[in-house]
């Protein structure tokens, strides 16, 4: 959609450098190799239009199978000091290598692609001051976790995470990506840590020496916080107090320890089987996160066990594909019965062909992941998702149950010996260095001439693919007799109003993918999701076609939401499709950062009201009146 909002500008070349990671596309049923080749496949028209889009206008293109954005960027792009925006609200990663890397809408980067300055509401600072040293089980996800725990999904809202305090120097950079990653899951606008010798080490593992040693010279001065500075807020954390912690059902700040896992899971009636383990994705499938899981998966076969759930392994890139796979530790998580997926996001992003469970049926799986909500992962509302470290995911899958605590308790090897399972181990960088795998990065042209040469052709019968058409001017009257298209309740995230998974292959086509708008929402007038009164006919349809006969009918609508609407991914069709489908205002308590900000810049009116929106939108026949100063 970036691309196409780009094109739509008319300008030749991107004015800063610029790159496509296409790591959406590629869904998980039989294994990587097959998952690839059948995205390529599938896929063609949406990576021709990427690849030959690049080209033309100077950008790099990062094939499918590369890997998913933030660890390439963190491999090849991130420095300490870097200000670098990203369109996933996951580019925060970056901040493990002490960039200030920060996740917007595709508008936004639009504007910083043709040239024209970037705007932020100037953030807050939150500091968490970490002490003492990990060891044992605890890891670098148990932080943000804590902290996630600690502020709730949006307690760091319109703030910077600060990270500093001699705790840092026993995380790995890679693990302070982690923590980084997933603060996207608090609301921050980013977060960040001081340069240090992690940080260096990591730089040398990806060949950056030179950057890594210009870091250390101006470390004191520019890349550590400045003595006795003031934070806004400052939580501390005791890091060899800190215990693993496991986060969800349904919300990543629903924190609890793992070893309260079993006694909280019967309370609340979770079910207790766990019928999927999943590690990697974006947010913890380093060299690192793969060699501790790897380490538990290596004792369970010394005494002959598997897992007793299924089990997927999703690389980060091809360079840790390849370099785990060189190294053995994939070969190893294979052994007690995972499957490795595609380098991509994969059931992250609700990629996943799943058929263990029917639609609807209760059941559990645990990540190690980043993000729960509702039917996230497998666009199932049964599905209770819960997100950890990635060496406890592998451990609960050996125990089969959420009532397993693998710091204490038992498993049975197959000649009948019991036996506990021991702290994993694991380096932050490989011994061996990086295999680089298959060179999977196209640059584009540096001749003006060869890359005016390109052709980027968009079928206008696609159903993949459509060129934008500008909204309708303002007429300069005012909003009058809105009716509420819905008045949601409750959580309402990005997936609530523009769900992943399968809607994700028309990306590029804004009518279409606009057919699953608020899709999932819930209706506060029945407590149904996708089912909501049409005034014009009194019958009840889905949410998107009560919206396509309001607006043939040349009738505007709203929308009414509650506290942090669109919190969660940056996905800017959650903001386009309302307004393209005859929407003009979405009146809510408070937005979400990035989707606030995408509202803003060229979707519907705005508005946030104080007053409990029961006794703002009480009767369901109500029709609001807009003044122009809204």
């Avoid at 305090?165 to 606008?189: D, L």
């Avoid at 690389?315 to 490795?340: H, K, N």
């Avoid at 451990?395 to 149950?401: D, E, F, I, P, Y």
């Avoid at 992943?500 to 606009?514: E, F, V």
């Amino acid at each position: 959609m970036a691309m196409l909002q780009f094109i739509s500008s008319g300008i030749e070349q991107v004015a800063v450098p610029s790159t496509i990671h296409c790591d959406h596309l590629i869904e998980a049923q039989t294994g990587g190799k097959d998952d690839l080749a059948r995205a390529k496949d599938i896929n063609k028209e949406v990576y021709d239009f990427l690849a030959t889009a690049s080209a033309k206008y100077g950008v790099g293109f990062w094939k499918p199978g590369s890997g998913i954005i933030h660890q390439i960027v963190l491999e090849n792009y991130a420095f300490p000091g870097l200000l670098l925006i990203g369109t996933d609200s996951h580019t925060p990663n970056g901040g493990g290598l002490g960039g200030l890397c920060i996740g917007v809408g595709g508008a936004d980067a639009v504007d910083v692609m043709a040239g024209l300055p970037w705007e932020l509401k100037c953030p807050k600072v939150i500091g968490v001051k970490l002490t003492g040293e990990m060891s044992g089980w605890t890891s670098a996800k148990d932080v943000i976790l804590k902290v996630a725990g600690l502020l709730t999904v949006k307690g760091g809202t319109g703030a910077i995470m600060e990270y500093h305090g001699p705790g840092t120097e026993s995380i790995s950079c890679t693990g302070m990506g982690t923590i980084c990653n997933m603060g996207a899951e608090i609301g921050a606008t980013t977060s960040i840590f001081p340069f240090n010798e992690r940080m260096r080490r990591y730089l040398n593992a990806t060949n950056r020496k030179e950057i890594g040693d210009a870091a250390a010279h101006y470390r004191e001065q520019l890349l550590t916080p400045d003595q006795g500075c003031q934070y806004d807020q400052l939580i501390e954390i005791d890091l060899n107090k800190l215990e693993p912690l496991i986060n969800g059902p349904y919300t990543p700040d629903l924190m609890t320890r793992v070893s309260d896992l079993g006694e909280t899971a019967k309370k609340n009636g979770w079910p207790l089987e766990i019928k999927v383990g999943l590690i990697g994705s974006c947010t913890n499938s380093s060299y690192e996160d793969m060699e501790r899981s790897a380490s538990i998966a290596q004792q369970a076969l010394d005494h002959g066990i598997k897992a007793k759930s299924s089990f997927t392994i999703t690389p980060g890139s091809e360079q840790v594909r390849a370099t785990i796979t060189r190294d053995g530790q994939a070969q190893t998580l294979s052994a007690i019965g995972g499957m490795v997926l595609a380098n991509a996001c994969g059931p992250c992003i609700g990629q996943w062909n799943r058929k263990d469970v029917k639609k609807g049926e209760k059941n559990t799986i645990v990540t190690s992941y980043n993000r729960n909500f509702t039917g996230r992962n497998d666009a199932n509302p049964g599905t209770h998702c819960f997100v950890t470290s990635p060496e406890i995911v592998t451990a609960l899958v050996l125990g089969g149950r959420l009532d397993f605590n693998p710091l204490k308790d038992s498993l049975t090897g197959s000649k009948g010996e019991k036996f506990q399972l021991q702290a994993p181990n694991g380096k932050e960088v490989p011994p061996k260095g990086y295999d680089p795998g298959e060179d999977t990065y196209q640059e584009p042209p540096k001749q003006p001439e060869k890359r005016r040469a390109v052709s980027v052709h968009v079928d206008a019968a696609s159903n993949r693919l459509q060129l934008l058409s500008p909204f309708a001017r303002w007429d300069k009257k005012d909003l009058v007799d809105l009716p509420v298209l819905i008045k949601i309740k409750g959580k309402c995230t990005t997936d609530h109003i523009s769900a992943a998974g399968p809607w994700l292959k028309y990306r590029g086509h804004l009518d279409n993918i606009s057919n699953n708008m608020f899709i999932g929402a819930i209706n506060a007038e029945n407590g149904e999701a996708n089912k909501l009164k049409n005034r014009l006919t009194g019958e009840y349809q889905p949410v998107p076609d009560v919206a396509r006969q309001y607006k043939a009918k040349g009738i505007g609508w709203v929308a009414v939401g509650d506290d942090n609407y669109g919190e969660g991914s940056s996905r800017e069709h959650a903001a386009l499709e309302p307004r393209h489908l005859g929407g003009r205002a979405i009146i809510v308590k408070s937005f979400a950062r990035i989707h606030g900000m995408q509202r803003r810049t060229g979707s519907c009116v705005v508005a946030r009201l104080d007053s409990p929106l029961s006794e703002l939108v009480s009767n369901w026949g109500i029709v609001l009146q807009f003044q122009r100063q809204i």
